[in-house]
C-alpha cells in the first residue's frame, strides 16, 4: 500500500535560519491545542524563533451551503460557528436580517436577548479560562468553572432544548418565552457562580506558577493589536477600552450600567484577568436585565417573517398559507446589503449579507473573530518557549467551528 | 459635519458613495482602492481592517465585487469600499503594507474566489489545501462537487 499522503499545506519556511534550529510540526490534531489547528515552528532549543500557523482543517463551506438555504433556515448553520456561545451567532445573525428587512424587534425581546447573549458571554469565558487553566495544571480551577458551564448549559437546555447548539433565535424574535421558574433559577445559578470564580481568583490569581507562566507571556502593544485587527478581550487585554457594546450600542446594552475591563500589558495573564472581570460585568448587566424586562409579545406582528401560531396554521388558510410561504419560499428580504457586527465573546463577530430581495441570500460571509486573530498569532508566540505556545494559543480562544467555516 | 461626511468628500475619486445602515459605502475604480484606504487610514483614523471578501455577480461584466470593511476605533464608525474587478483578470492591490490582518483575510479571499491582491507575497491556501482546484465560493463552483485530498475508502 502506497502510504505517500498527499500534505495539505505548504509550510512558509522548510529550512532553518541556522544550523542549530530544528523545525517541529505541532497539529493538526495534538491533545493540547483546542481546534485543529497546525503549527510548523522552528526552534532554537526551546526557544521559537518564527511560526507558520496553519488552519481550515473544519472548514466545510459554511458560506457557500449558506447560498442554498432560505434565511431562515440558516439560524442552526450560525449556531455552529462559535459553539461555545451560539447564542451570540444566532443574535447577531438576526439582527442582520432584521435591519434589511426594516423590521424593529419588540422590547421583550431585545431585553432577552441582551440577556441571553451576556448569559453565553459567560459560558464562553468559562470554558476558555477552565481550558486555559487546565493545560497549566490546575485541575481543580478548571472544575468549578466546569461545573458552572455545565448548569448553564443545563439551565439553557431547559429554555431552547439543546445543551450546546440552540437555534433559539428567530428573524423577528425568539422561538419561544421564558420557561417558569427560569429566571430564578438564573439568579440561583449566578448566585453559585460568584462563589466558585471567587475560588478559582483565589486558587490562581496570586499563584506563583501561574503567574511565571502568564506574567510577560505572550504580550503584545495596542498599536500591536489594532494592526492585526485584534478585538475583543485580546485587545482589551492590551489596555485600549474597546468593546462594540459601548462604542457602537446595539440590543439594550444603551441602557446597561457596566464597565469595560482593561488589561496593562497585553500578555496571557492580563488576558485572563480581563475574561474573569468580564464575566462579573455580564452577571451585573443580566442582574439588570431581569430587573428591566418588560411584559409583552417577543415576536414581532411581521407577517414578512415571523411564522404564525401553531394553533392558528392548523386552524385557518391565511396562516397556513404565510406558514407554507415562509418555510418553502423563505421571508423575501429586499435587495441590498449590510454588515452588521456584535461583540462576541472573542471579538467583532461581523455578518455581510447581500440580499437580491428572494428567500436566500445572495452572499453571506462572516467576519469570525477567531480566524483573524489566528493571522496575528505569530506575534504572541515568536520569540518565546516552546511549553508557552498552548496557553498563549489557548488565550486566543481559537474556535475551529467559526474560524475555518 | 459629520467625520463620515468628511470622508465622503475626501474620496472625490470615487463612482459613488452614500451612507447606508450608518456606513459610508464607496465604490472605486481598482485602481484607487489603495490610495482611498491610505487616505482613510492617515486623515480619518480607520485604524482596524475588519474584513475583506468579493462577491460573484455572474453574468455581470465586470464579474466580481471586491468589499472591504474599515471600522475606526477612535469615532466607531465604518466604512464599506467596493470595486468591480473583470473575471479575466480578477487582481486588486493588496493592503498587507497597511494592515496586518489583510495577510490572512487576502488568502482567505483568493481561495474562495480567485481573487489575486497585488502585493501580497504569501497567497497560499489557508481555509482550502495545496491543490484544490477552483474557487469554491464562485457562483459557477457546484456545491455537490467533491475533491477529496486523500480518496475516500470504498
Redo the contacts between chains.
Sequence with gaps: MDLQ??????P?FEQPLSEDHVIVNIGPSHPATHGTVQIIAELDGEKVVRTDI???YL?R?F???CE?HTWHNLIPYVDRLNYCSALINDFAYCDAVE?LLGVEITPRCKVLRTLLAEYSRIADHMTCTAAALMELGAMTAFLYLVTIRDAIYEHLANLTGARLTYTYGRIGGLARDLPDGWLKRLEEILDQSEEFLGRVHGLVDRNRIFIDRMRNVGAISTA?A????Y?GPVLRSTG?A?DLRK??PYLAYAELDFEVPVGIKGDNYDRYYVRMREIDESSHMIRQLIDMLPSGPINVDDRRCTLPEKQHVYGEIESLITHFKLIMDGPQVPA?E??V?HEAANG?L?F?L?STGKGTP??M?V?APS??H???AHLMLDGGQLADIVPSFGQINMIGGEC?? | MSMLERAKQRLASAQEAAIAHGVLVVKLAPGDVLSAVKALKSEFDFDLFTDVTAVDWLGQKPRFEVVWHFYSTKHFSRVRLKTRVPELEPAVDSLVTLYGSARFMERECHDMYGIAFRGNPDLRPILLYEGFKGHPLRKDYPKQQEQPLVPYRT
Design positions: 499522503l498527499p500534505n495539505p499545506v505548504r512558509a496553519h488552519c481550515g472548514h463551506g458560506e457557500k451551503e442554498d435591519r500591536d489594532i494592526n492585526w485587527g478585538t485600549a474597546r462604542d457602537t441590498g449590510i454588515y457586527a467583532e461581523g455581510y447581500v445572495y452572499k460571509h467576519r480566524f483573524v489566528l493571522g496575528g475555518d467555516r
